[in-house]
């Protein structure tokens, strides 16, 4: 019974860190969308100040997108196929 009640606290502990990621990726990826659409929603419009804040942004949303699928699998377990 302990190991269940590990494995529960885990696996809600994975679930949890899955919702902050998706949520920090949402606001990532928001924030991408408006400086984008600053610019008419073509990224090579943007002066370079702007372009490089727009890399570092998609670079931590990538990032992020790797975290997500980690934590996916730690919940979905070695049965999952991608």
Known sequence: MMADDT???EQLRD??????????YEALDAEIDKLIMTYGGHSE????????RYRILARQRDELQNDIRATEHRLLGDNSTD
Do not use: I
């Open 7 to 9: 494995k529960t606290r």
């Open 15 to 24: 679930v949890q860190e899955y919702r902050k990621l998706v949520l920090l």
């Open 45 to 52: 419009d943007m002066p370079e100040a702007d372009f490089e």
